[in-house]
């Protein structure tokens, strides 16, 4: 099983970048399909993108311009930045292992990070 | 975009009952469709994939049917320990949609 940790400033100020990595152990991030989810308070989950190391990538439309995503095969990691932040983008932020394919299941999630838009 | 519609927003059922819960997507997405069960305060985990195929480690009271556009979760027996919130996501194509998710209580 691929264990997964999220890490990043808990406190990110309105209008800044919203950075994310996630550190991915027992696999390599050059296989699979990598995933962001987030969950407001309150709310349910939403996906925010996916990511594969051969450049592979989409995001969900409502947060397309704003989103970056990258892997970095050196380091095995993989991460999110999400600019001009509001209050509106504070969530719990998930990562997720996909499958081989882009079509394929979340398996494996990271633990979460809060991360909170406030000035 | 297929749009994803989960029912009901919530339940509360009695130890043993069997419960359903349902998904429909506004258009067709063969059997690209999972569920997962997340419990306060924890990490959402898989249950279901390819809409009826059961995750290796979930017990098997849990159930996925369904292809198309329209799929169900069954409990065949809840119990205490599935208080959670249920959600059903595509993954056909971009974008992924989960469904806006069911809170299952006991009664």
């Known amino acids: 099983q691929v264990q997964l940790q999220e890490s990043g400033p808990g406190l990110v100020k309105p209008s800044e970048t919203l950075s994310l990595t996630c550190t991915v152990s027992g696999g390599s991030v050059s296989t699979y399909y990598w995933s962001w989810i987030r969950k407001p308070p309150g709310k349910g989950l939403e996906w925010v993108g996916y990511i594969h190391s051969s450049g592979n990538t989409n995001s969900n439309p409502s947060l397309k311009s704003r989103v970056t995503m990258s892997v970095d095969t050196s380091r095995n990691q993989f991460s999110l930045r999400l600019s001009s932040v509001t209050a509106a983008d504070t969530a719990v932020y998930y990562c997720a292992r996909g499958g081989l394919r882009y079509f394929d299941w979340l398996s494996d999630w990271g633990q979460g990070t809060l991360v909170t838009v406030s000035s | 975009d297929i749009q994803v519609t989960q029912s009901p927003s919530s339940l509360s059922a009695s130890v043993g009952d069997r419960v359903t819960i349902t998904c429909r997507t506004s258009?067709?997405?063969?059997?690209?469709l999972a569920w997962y069960q997340q419990k306060p305060g924890k990490v959402p985990n898989l249950l279901i994939y390819a809409a009826s195929t059961l995750q290796s480690g979930v017990p098997s009271r849990f159930s996925g049917s369904g292809s198309g556009t329209d799929f169900t979760l069954t409990i065949s027996s809840l119990q205490p320990e599935d208080v959670a919130t249920y959600y059903c996501q595509k993954y056909n194509a971009a974008p992924w949609t989960f469904g806006q998710g069911t809170k299952v209580e006991i009664k």
């Open positions: 258009q067709g997405i063969n059997n690209y």
